[in-house]
Structures are given as C-alpha cells and as structure tokens.
C-alpha cells in the first residue's frame, strides 16, 4: 500500500507535526475499509505494534531503539493504522 507519508523524514518535533497533518490528509484522501478507524481499535493496534517492534525492526535489518525519538514515535502512529 502506497502512502503519501513516510516516518523516515522524522527527526524532529516539527517534523513530527507535518507527518501528522499529511496522515490525516492521506487518510481523508485515501479511506481504506481495512483502516483501524475507531480510537479504541487505533490504540489496541497500536498497543499490538509496539509490543511486537521488536520482530518489524529485526524483519528491516535493524536493531530496536533503545530510547524513542520523533521517527519512532511516527512510525508506531503509521503501523497502527493498519496493524492487526
């Protein structure tokens, strides 16, 4: 699936609040069925992604951060757009 945003240009707070508005915007944009849609489905999904990041940073070659940062942080708002 596509997407018009991406966590890798997060580095910063204000980085942090662009990547927001252009998910929102994509969202809107772009309504997926599949979307967890609701606040409580959200945050389950996210819950779920943080627990296993573990697995998707070994699955991308990478070792998990340590401490969060900006990236982090938008990428686990990404995942748990469609994380199950």
Not at 41 to 53: I, K, P, Q, R, T
Request: no cysteine.
């Amino acid at each position: 699936m596509a997407r018009s945003v991406d966590p890798a240009t997060v580095s910063s707070r204000d980085d942090f609040v662009i990547f927001l508005q252009a998910l929102v915007k994509d969202l809107n944009d772009h309504p997926r069925g599949d979307t967890n849609d609701t606040t409580v489905v959200y945050l389950e999904a996210m819950s779920g992604w943080v627990a296993d990041m573990d697995g998707a940073f070994k699955n991308w070659g990478q070792a998990p951060p340590s401490s969060p940062t900006w990236k982090l942080f938008a990428q686990i708002i990404l995942a748990a757009t469609v994380y199950d």
